[in-house]
């Protein structure tokens, strides 16, 4: 099974700050990676999917990047609305794997 | 609009089933999946399996492979999770999402949450 490890489970930032999250495959996963965020008690949101591509309605100020087996999710510019917590997904035909969550905390 | 929305909160002892219902809206139902993903209490979130809505074909993930069994109701687009031989560490929220092909999970329910409890 492939396994999915973020770093850091947890961030300190300030409103305005540039926020980088990482996301490592236990195999390579070519593109195959999805960004979600999820703020307490709601559904997670995707956010940026086959690695780089932005989901609709997101906006600009959210950007992933990588392939194969190391991946980041960038905040450039934190907003307020942006502290949650962020999973990453590999997605195949038929197996998803989550990795285990980072959440974006105030400074 | 895409809408999946849930039945309601659950409470169960140990040992026993509980059947979590998505009943979905907005689009073509047949022409999707339907993964399910739970969540306990401060933790991260978890795949459990899915199901195509077109043929009912599954696939589970081996942490709840015989105990989980995903259906659908085509007549109604409806989808069913029913977990077996409840245990405590089975308290969680449930969720319900839209799968489409290759591509990550884009509408989901509001969430099922199922607390197992002597």
């Known amino acids: 099974d492939i396994q999915m490890t973020q770093s850091p489970s947890t961030l300190s930032a300030s409103v305005g700050d540039r926020v980088t999250i990482t996301c490592r495959a236990s195999?390579?996963?070519?593109?195959?990676l999805a960004w979600y965020q999820q703020k307490p008690g709601k559904a997670p949101k995707v956010l940026i999917y086959?690695?780089?591509s932005l989901e609709s309605g997101v906006p600009s100020r959210f950007s992933g990047s990588g392939s194969g087996t190391e991946f980041t999710l960038t905040i450039s510019g934190l907003q307020l609305d942006d502290f949650a917590t962020y999973y990453c997904?590999?997605?195949?035909?038929?197996?998803?794997?989550f990795g285990q969550g980072t959440k974006v905390e105030i400074k | 609009q895409v809408q999946l929305v849930q039945s309601g909160a659950e409470v169960k002892k140990p040992g026993a089933s509980v059947r979590v219902s998505c009943r979905t809206s907005?689009?073509?139902?047949?022409?999707?999946?339907i993964s399910w993903v739970r969540q306990a209490p401060g933790q991260g979130l978890e795949w459990m399996g899915w199901?195509?809505?077109?043929?009912?074909?599954?696939h589970y993930a081996q942490t709840v492979q015989g105990r989980v069994t995903m259906t659908t109701d085509t007549s109604t687009s409806t989808a069913y999770m029913e977990l077996k031989s409840l245990r405590s560490d089975d308290t969680a929220v449930y969720y319900c999402?839209?799968?489409?092909?290759?591509?990550?999970?884009?509408?989901w329910g509001q969430g099922t949450l199922v607390t197992v409890s002597s």
């Open positions: 999402a839209r799968r489409p092909a290759m591509a990550p999970f884009d509408y």
């Open positions: 907005g689009y073509t139902f047949t022409n999707y999946g």
């Open positions: 199901i195509n809505a077109f043929n009912g074909d599954t």
């Open positions: 195999q390579s996963i070519s593109s195959w």
């Open positions: 086959k690695a780089s």
């Open positions: 997904q590999h997605y195949n035909t038929y197996w998803w794997t």
